[in-house]
């Protein structure tokens, strides 16, 4: 069974850091790309960074871009995301996602969330 | 970057109705275009990619239609299950993933 579990989550004053982790098991890890989303508290889905299989390909959305960093260890099963500069705008429960390909990308497994609070 | 933009954005309707979300994309992106379902304090769940393709375990009321920039979520006879909120999402541009605004599917 696929199975994705995020940590990590929490309060964190404006400005600081924070490194999300998401475990993985229940497939070959190193075989797929990996995503992160947010959802800010009421609002919709925003993807925020993925990560290729061997890492060889990094990409974020502008609003995280030179402030969050993505990297996965496939010999841990775990993909990782590194938050600095935090702001109040970073509010969310972030999910991460397997992505897999069949005619286009699509995120087929979501872990269950970990949500992160930004506020003094 | 390439917008999605969903309506309607909340809809009212009842057990048994046939429901349509619709999904427009600000270019062109063939058929790469997904449709999740989110129910509150849950993750999303995948229901069509491809534009057409079914997830498997998705019950077969579920269809999905389109290519190019417009394309169709369709539930053919709404069960109290259903009631939720649906996202499209565009895989076209893998650099930069993006999703609708959601529509939020209500129980009349």
């Known amino acids: 069974e696929v199975q994705l579990v995020e940590s990590g989550g929490g309060l964190v004053k404006p400005g600081g850091s924070l490194r999300l982790s998401c475990a993985a098991s229940?497939?070959?890890?190193?075989?797929?790309?990996m995503n992160w989303v947010r959802q800010a508290p009421g609002k919709g889905l925003e993807w925020v960074s993925s990560i290729s299989s061997s890492s060889s390909y990094i990409y974020y959305a502008d609003s995280v871009k030179g402030r969050f960093t993505i990297s996965r260890d496939n010999a841990k099963n775990s993909l990782y995301l590194q938050m600095n500069s935090l702001r109040a705008e970073d509010t969310a429960v972030y999910y991460c996602a397997r992505d897999r390909v069949d005619y286009g990308d699509y995120f087929d497994y979501w872990g269950q969330g970990t949500l992160v609070t930004v506020s003094s | 970057d390439i917008q999605m933009t969903q309506s309607p954005s909340s809809l009212s309707a009842s057990v048994g109705d046939r429901v349509t979300i619709t999904c427009r994309a600000s270019?062109?992106?063939?058929?790469?275009l997904n449709w999740y379902q989110q129910k509150p304090g849950k993750a999303p769940k995948l229901l069509i990619y491809a534009a057409s393709s079914l997830q498997s375990g998705v019950p077969s009321r579920f269809s999905g239609s389109g290519s190019g920039t417009d394309f169709t979520l369709t539930i053919s006879s709404l069960q109290p299950e259903d009631f939720a909120t649906y996202y499209c999402q565009q895989s076209y541009s893998t650099a930069m993933y993006t999703f609708g605004q959601g529509t939020k599917l209500e129980i009349k």
């Open positions: 229940g497939f070959t890890f190193s075989s797929y790309s």
């Open positions: 270019q062109s992106i063939s058929s790469y």
